[in-house]
């Protein structure tokens, strides 16, 4: 299959005004030049310089297109193989033709990911990195493509790499004193747990960057929840700046939950309008409180509106019990009305929950609501701090950071340098699995096979 040449579109499908078809392979140039006619008249193209010509079907020589020609000879190209990428304009129409008539001179049509799968079986990225080119494609945030730009250029690698390094070294002087006890080679036990403690802090902290770098890349989920009538969808368009729940005077309008994201600053948040938690009647109704109840239990975060203008209940305080140990911001809304609620009873309720007056219906400190938000919501984040995006590594990184917690255990408690050895092997392999050094089909397959067009 990697002897294939392969063809696809690179830029999304729909009208535009550019698009690119990239060709990768042994026959890349020459399938290129079975329907791309230089105006030179020149057969001999050069390297990594755009050439202008005509786009033609072979069998009738007549052009249908003018386009650019770039020709990337391997292995100074994406995929270390000959890349060839046209441009021209971003007819949906145009470009299926040109892929068509890539396929009829001996190309095949590129599998999802396979471009970028080429680049790292070429050895010119690792997988770290190529889950990076599909983060840089998918962004959601400026925060999130500046990350995945510095990890496809291989800060994390880099990171990582150092850290397979340090535990190699250390690896090899126990294990040298091991095998040759009446040479003098024995390690420190300060040394190793020094080595260990600083590798230990690496991989900690990179598991903890998991969080800011969920919230980057798949947004932080918010369930708008609170009693029936309490303007949880009034919150909820004036969030999104657009009318997207029904708001009526009614209660109970919302059966079922919405969802849609917003953006404050630089952070994704995905908000959910949910049924009024109130014991209910119909049975749609309850169904409705019983999705709403488990989608607030799984949600990152919580906005907790109470009426202002109605006397607390003791469903209310019920709700405030429930929610009081998860990440939630107390909402005391329709601060526009006559206020009736005891703040003092419901401040003792909370206890240590933030809190903030609003009015939904009005907006009144719907600026101070946002900023409140994405001061609780996203993860405090130094500047040039790496932070990881996927489960996967986050997984990886526990497992290597349980083998290390071992292994100082293992020293702590002065047992033998070969339980200690022991107990640091399979870091090497782990690492290898994050970096893909050590390659297991079911996980090219899942991280190549979530790319989309073109890489």
């Known amino acids: 299959m990697l002897e294939d040449t392969i063809i696809a579109v690179s830029t999304p499908l729909g009208y535009g005004g550019l698009g690119v078809v990239r060709l990768s392979g042994s026959r890349a140039f020459d399938i290129s030049l079975e329907i791309f006619q230089p105006k030179t008249h020149r057969r001999r193209i050069p390297p990594r310089q755009p050439i202008l010509g005509h786009l033609c079907d072979p069998r009738t020589e007549e052009p249908f297109e003018e386009a650019m020609l770039t020709y990337h000879p391997g292995p100074r ?117 020094r080595t260990l403690r600083r590798s ?27 009693r029936t009538n309490s303007g949880k969808s009034t919150l909820f368009n004036r969030l999104l700046d657009h009318e997207r729940s029904i708001v009526t005077p009614f209660p109970g309008t919302t059966r079922d939950y919405i969802r849609e994201q917003m953006k404050i600053k630089d952070a994704v948040f995905t908000l959910v309008d949910t049924a009024g938690l109130d014991a209910a ?34 469903d209310d305080m019920a709700l405030i019990r429930r929610f009081k140990h998860k990440q939630t911001l107390l909402l005391l809304n329709k601060t526009d009305l006559p206020q009736k609620i005891q703040a003092e009873r419901i401040m003792d309720a909370a206890g240590s929950l933030p809190q903030l007056k609003i009015s939904a219906l009005k907006g009144t400190n719907l600026t101070e609501l946002k900023q409140k938000i994405h001061s609780l919501f996203v993860p405090d984040r130094n500047a040039g701090d790496e932070v990881i995006l996927h489960l996967r590594q986050k997984l990886v990184l526990e497992e290597i950071q349980t083998s290390l917690e071992s292994a100082l255990g293992v020293l702590e408690e002065g047992r033998s340098e070969e339980f200690l050895a022991e107990e640091l092997r399979p870091v090497l392999s782990l690492i290898g699995q994050l970096t893909g050094e050590i390659r297991a089909d079911d996980i090219l397959e899942d991280i190549f096979g979530r790319f989309c067009v073109g890489k």
């Open 200 to 226: 230990l802090e690496t991989v900690s902290g990179l598991i903890r960057s998991y969080d800011l770098g969920k919230t980057f890349r798949e947004g932080t989920v918010l369930a708008v929840t609170g």
């Open 281 to 314: 009647a119909e049975p749609i109704e309850k169904e409705g409180i019983r999705r709403g109840r488990e989608l607030a239990t799984r949600a990152d975060g919580i906005l907790l509106l109470l009426d202002a203008s109605r006397l607390e209940s003791e």
């Open 77 to 193: 190209s994406y995929t270390t193989e000959d890349v060839v990428e046209i441009s021209l304009h971003g007819s949906p129409v145009l470009l299926e033709e040109v892929v068509r008539l890539g396929l009829a001179a001996g190309a095949r049509h590129a599998h999802p990911g396979e471009f970028t799968l080429r680049a790292f079986l070429g050895g010119r990225i690792d997988i770290l990195q190529a889950e990076a080119v599909n983060d840089l494609i998918r962004a959601s945030s400026l925060n999130q493509a500046k990350i995945s730009f510095r990890q496809l250029d291989g800060s994390l690698s880099r990171r990582i790499t150092e850290l397979r390094r340090r535990i190699i070294h250390l690896l090899s002087q126990i294990e040298a004193s091991i095998e040759f006890p009446d040479e003098g080679l024995r390690i420190s036990l300060q040394v190793i747990a």
